[in-house]
């Protein structure tokens, strides 16, 4: 149970599904808040629709009596005498109009009746005016002329003020209150009472637009001051059809207006009682020019049986509007469109369950991109949002042209692509976060440098390789099979030994842009110049393998520090600094090998302490009962001639032995050792050997010791291996050697060994000449050098007197004058500290090639007999 719920809190919690369900809710929350932008959005996709298809009027059962320019030109300014437009009205009426209704209103007296007229001219021409009063009053002769018709007159709801009139006809409520629903307006801006009293009908022509002042809707009935009055179309369409009321019927289920019935029809409405209007363009077939009418300039088939609408499109009456379809269309062609909308049938249906499916789309299509974009990933769940982009417009322009709904498909097909934006961007810093982790995680296998190539290169990697001019480095821990012995009952302590000193030498490699190949154990291996370009690779992994010598150096410290002292290490009794014998007495008591070995020297040869065989020997076997390599041949060595012990071939096999598993340079002497014996006692020697474990001590004090070969030439580099698994790796001759010289280091006693082509490739360096060797495997002999320092080094005065004395030196020891090359050996210890092992061997040599001379064709190579 414990793991489906923590499975469950990862599903929810991966990828961005927690943000993408925040930002889903907020989508859906967003989508009724009827926000400026998000309304401007949907309005205009309907605006589109209309466009793409447009009502298309054959019949044209509303037709415009226009105030158009012509008119005014010919006519007069407006406004015109209300005489004239009661001769207007007959004329239409005459030519069988079934209603006229006026886009207009006349609140105001006639200026131009006689009577007005004649009140100006009182004071003036009393005579003229009490004549002008004998005449008929143009308004009075208009109401004569709206009593005997079918007229509806023009009113205009206002939000403040405003007369208070009750509406004309009466219209019905059903099914419900509209009025909560319904725009609220003060009052109305009416006619004059002997018109209001003369016509037929009255009816609001106001157009409200919508925020972004384009008019796509026409309120069916208004409120005002708690009465529900009716349109200018919808009234007209009253009178036109003899209906004596109208009802407003309101919606049960989503709430709000459903429609207005009016002549036994439903006219459908939006849930504020406005009609939809489907426009269709304008065409002079909807107008004819009042002044036409006026003059007898028509054909009464034009207006026989039709709604007219008298209204003007004149500029300066400033009745132009903006629709859907038309960029400046007059306010009474848009009441023309919303009857012919009407009496087609053609009505545009914004229903309640319209946002409902909007919205269950962006909730349905949502959940599923939650779930899916986080697993799927990107690539596959696009087809989501484009799904919703294709289908919704499809369906939306489906159901505008054949049934008439609007259906928004703006928002859905936003909101997913909004939504699926998110998750997929969410859903990329997770993969960026889990490529950091990956590359972090593989950096600690690979080289950084590789890692990063693989993390650009979008293509897998291919086995093959190239040919590169390359450094190799080996570095291994000397002695590292006695070490192990101290630990075999500490593998935890022996494996974070190694990972100490891994991480410090690795370090210097990544510092100086070298490639990290592989660990070996406590063996590492490394190369420069691959897989990026370093000109200077050579000097490079000299610098690095410099900088490993201090690292060791420092990692040697704190092990020292590390370790349980026996007492006085590091100072006097009386807290003083410690001189270098001091040091060395205290680490060799500590139970540090490489410590007594040198102590043991130190004795042998008086330096900086009474001489003493005695005690020489003592600490000399206390490193080799360690595993000290150098140590065992000394006292295998001491064995075979009787220096200060009894000559015996046993025990000179026995050290000999163990120290051949770490040093070459032993072989000779144990093969001439195991000669002199017989084969019982070699069996017993090697039985020895077998069972021998290093010795325990009471002090866990380490000094680790190295070996570095560093080697340059031309190697293969690249994806090597296997079709199931392969590294990024170099092969060659050269990486080859540079293992035969890290493995030399114990021979030579000196921490970095470099070929002559790394010399070559590094002038700058302190490098001293070693010898000429051929390791295991080669026949060539190869001239190896003994890495001492910087440029600094190599131009201090120190290093230039001892290469030009151990320069002397391998001139003599290779013209096989033995006494001058012993002299010269002298000459050459104090120059340089850490160079005593170096000049022990060739002292080594020099007594075999005494007894044995090389013979005059020797030409003083050296041959390795082991790796």
């Keep these: ?49 209309q466009r793409l298809s447009p009502r298309v009027e054959t019949n044209f059962p509303v037709l415009i009596v226009d105030i158009d320019e012509r008119s005014l030109r010919e006519q007069g300014q407006w406004p015109w005498p209300r005489n004239r437009l009661g001769e207007l009205v007959q004329k239409l009426m005459n030519a069988g109009a079934a209603v006229i209704g006026f886009d207009m209103v006349f609140a105001e007296p006639d200026r131009t009746s006689p009577s007005a007229v004649a009140d100006e001219l009182m004071s003036a021409a009393p005579d003229l005016a009490s004549g002008l009063f004998s005449l ?18 023009g009113e205009v709801a206002v939000e403040t003020g405003g007369e208070r009139t009750k509406p004309a006809s009466a219209v019905a409520r059903i099914g419900g209150d509209p009025l909560p629903y319904m725009p609220a307006f003060s009052g109305l801006v009416g006619n004059l009472p002997i018109l209001t009293a003369a016509a037929s009908g009255r009816g609001n022509f106001g157009l409200a637009p919508d925020a972004d002042g384009i008019i796509r809707r026409v309120p069916a009935v208004f409120r005002i001051a708690g009465d529900i009055h009716p349109s200018l179309g919808l009234e007209t369409l009253r ?93 009474t062609e848009i009441h023309a469109q919303m009857l012919e909308t009407v009496l087609e049938g053609a009505f545009l249906t914004r229903t309640g369950w319209s946002p409902r499916v909007e919205s269950s789309v962006v909730f349905v299509v949502g959940a599923l991109l939650i779930i899916l974009v986080p697993g799927l990933g990107a690539r596959w769940t696009i087809l989501l949002p484009i799904a919703v982009a294709v289908f919704m417009p499809l369906s939306s322009w489906y159901l505008f042209k054949t049934e008439g709904y609007l259906l928004d498909a703006t928002y859905p097909t936003a909101a ?72 075999k009952g500490d593998p935890e302590g022996l494996t974070h030994l190694i990972n100490r000193f891994l991480t410090a030498m690795s370090r210097e490699v990544r510092e100086r842009e070298g490639t990290l190949d592989k660990y070996i154990g406590d063996a590492m291996m490394a190369f420069w110049n691959a897989p990026m370009n370093i000109p200077d690779h050579a000097a490079r992994a000299c610098a690095g393998a410099l900088a490993m010598v201090d690292g060791l150096a420092q990692l040697n410290n704190e092990l020292a520090a590390e370790a349980q002292p026996v007492k006085g290490a ?91 598993r770490q040093l070459d340079a032993v072989t000779a002497d144990r093969d001439a050792a195991q000669h002199r014996l017989g084969s019982t006692d070699v069996d017993a020697v090697n039985a020895r050997v077998a069972a021998w474990k290093p010795s325990a001590i009471g002090s866990r004090a380490i000094r680790l010791e190295m070996g570095i070969g560093l080697n340059t030439g031309l190697c293969l580099v690249g994806n090597l291996g296997s079709k199931y698994l392969f590294n990024y790796s170099v092969m060659g001759d050269p990486v080859n050697l540079a293992s035969r010289l890290e493995a030399q280091t114990r021979t030579y006693g000196v921490d970095v060994i ?4 790394t010399r070559a490739a590094a002038p700058g360096f302190a490098c001293l000449e070693l010898d000429l060797i051929a390791v295991k495997g080669k026949t060539e002999a190869v001239r190896i050098f003994a890495l001492l320092g910087t440029e600094a080094v190599a131009q201090a005065e120190a290093f230039r007197q001892l290469t030009e004395t151990h320069g002397r030196f391998l001139a003599a020891y290779r013209a096989q004058r033995w006494a001058e090359a012993r002299e010269l050996i002298k000459a050459c210890r104090p120059l340089w500290d850490g160079l005593g092992e170096l000049y022990d061997l060739y002292a080594r040599r020099i007594t075999i090639f005494e007894d044995d001379p090389p013979g005059p064709d020797w030409n003083g190579v050296y041959v390795a007999h082991s790796k």
């Design 1 to 49: 149970m414990q793991n489906l719920i923590a499975r469950i809190r990862r599903f929810v919690a991966g990828r961005g599904r927690i943000p993408g369900a925040i930002l889903l809710l907020a989508l859906l929350v967003l989508q009724h808040s009827n926000l400026p932008l998000i309304e401007a959005l949907k309005l205009r996709s309907f605006d589109v629709l």
């Design 136 to 153: 008929p009053d143009h308004d009075t002769e208009f109401a004569a002329v709206l009593k005997r018709s079918r007229v509806v007159l």
């Design 239 to 331: 009178i036109a059809t003899g209906g004596r009321a109208m009802a407003v019927k309101m919606n049960p289920l989503v709430g709000g207006i459903k429609s207005v019935v009016i002549a036994g029809r439903d006219v459908a409405t939006d849930s504020s009682g406005q009609i939809w209007i489907r426009f269709g363009p304008t065409s002079p077939n909807r107008y004819i020019s009042a002044t036409d009418i006026l003059n007898d300039q028509f054909d009464p088939k034009r207006i026989a049986g039709r709604i007219v609408l008298v209204g003007t499109s004149a500029a300066g009456l400033r009745d132009i509007r903006i629709t859907p379809v038309d960029r400046s269309m007059p306010g």
């Design 416 to 487: 997913t692509a909004i939504l699926y934006l998110v998750l997929v961007y969410f859903g990329q810093i997770a993969e960026e976060r889990q490529r950091k982790a990956t590359r972090r995680n593989f950096a600690q296998y690979l080289s950084p440098a590789v890692v990063e190539r693989l993390a650009r290169d979008p293509n897998p990697p291919k086995l093959g390789g190239e040919q590169r001019d390359m450094t190799v480095m080996f570095v291994d821990i000397a002695g590292f099979t006695t070490l192990s012995e101290r630990f």
């Design 570 to 660: 590091g100072t006097t009794a009386s807290g003083a600094p410690q001189s270098q014998i001091e040091q060395l007495e205290s680490d060799a008591q500590n139970g540090i090998a490489q410590a007594q070995y040198q102590l043991a020297k130190a004795y042998r040869d008086g330096a900086g302490v009474t001489q003493s065989v005695e005690t020489a020997l003592r600490w000399l076997r206390a490193a080799a009962d360690q595993g000290d390599a150098r140590a065992q041949r000394n006292l295998g060595l001491r064995y075979v001639r009787g220096n200060g012990v009894p000559k015996d071939d046993r025990e000179a096999l026995f050290w000999l032995s163990l120290a051949q």
């Design 754 to 757: 470099v070929s002559e082509t």
